[in-house]
């Protein structure tokens, strides 16, 4: 099954990298409020069902993918084939 | 207007990164076939049309966020107060 995590920096953390995009869009002449950047992980698990799927992608997240301490993470799950 | 890009290497370009990932959740004992890494943007800009606003973030991605070469982008626009 193809999942996508969405692994972003919490409110209230500092995100220098967000900081310097924002500066610099606005250098081009962008109007925008603010921008902040997180980490998209596209991945392939052999999990079949939705439920177990979810379950070990939670996990991934707690022990590699994400810091919960400063980011927080979402969990798509997609249909095979798509 | 909240939108959210996606940016991600495209298609057999190389990603270490997703590679490193690929290995480590493989020997924290993950049954997974592939993890591919890119960066999720999270911008506020000031257009309230929604074509406008698609418009404005395509050019973003053009100049800046994305390096159209090795990377797609993928555009979601998002409600006001969501």
């Keep these: 099954m193809k999942a996508t995590v969405l692994v972003r920096p919490k409110?209230?953390?500092l995100d220098p990298q967000g900081q310097a995009v924002t500066d610099s869009?606005?250098?081009l002449?962008?109007?925008i409020t603010d921008a902040r950047i997180g980490r998209?992980?596209?991945v392939e698990i052999?999990?079949?069902d939705r439920a177990g799927a979810r379950a070990t992608?939670?996990?991934m997240c707690e022990q590699l993918l994400a810091n919960p301490l400063?980011?927080?993470y979402e969990?798509?799950?997609r249909e095979n084939g798509t």
């Design 70 to 72: 400063i980011e927080s």
């Design 29 to 31: 002449g962008f109007a």
């Design 25 to 27: 869009l606005r250098q």
């Design 40 to 42: 998209v992980i596209d």
């Design 46 to 48: 052999d999990d079949s």
């Design 11 to 13: 409110e209230g953390i």
């Design 75 to 77: 969990i798509v799950l």
């Design 57 to 59: 992608l939670e996990r």
